[in-house]
């Protein structure tokens, strides 16, 4: 079992920045069993569908959105257990609640490819 508590989320002005951490616990959600999956960030608007953002793999590739590149940069420390996700150039359409998650996969981007979620935290950005 791999619990993931996301946090660091809140009101932004477009434009403004923002880094949400994701922080790895239980039996299995820190160390060893934690830096062995993929870890991703989704996100998911009111009436939308959840939404792939970023992952970053046990190797450290990591691969984004079309509609976040440039923009997030997805990282981890291993030691602590965390993912970061640094988004900058924030844009009113970038309002979410923001999910981590982990995958046994190598690069997955669909949301059914992972199986332990956090609670998420809401990203609201004003224009």
């Known amino acids: 079992q791999v619990m993931l508590v996301e946090s660091g989320g809140g009101l932004v002005q477009a434009g403004g920045s923002l880094r949400l951490s994701c922080a790895g616990s239980g039996r299995a959600g820190s160390g060893r069993a934690f830096n062995s999956n993929s870890l991703g960030w989704f996100r998911q608007a009111p009436g939308k569908e959840r939404e792939f953002v970023a992952l970053i793999n046990r190797s450290g590739s990591t691969d984004y959105a079309d509609s976040v590149k440039g923009r997030f940069t997805i990282s981890k420390d291993n030691d602590k257990a965390t993912v970061y996700l640094q988004m900058d150039s924030l844009k009113s359409e970038d309002t979410a609640v923001y999910y981590c998650?982990?995958?046994?996969?190598?690069?997955?981007?669909?949301?059914?490819?992972?199986?332990?979620w956090g609670q998420g935290t809401q990203v609201t950005v004003s224009s």
């Open positions: 998650a982990a995958s046994p996969m190598t690069l997955p981007t669909q949301p059914q490819s992972y199986n332990f």
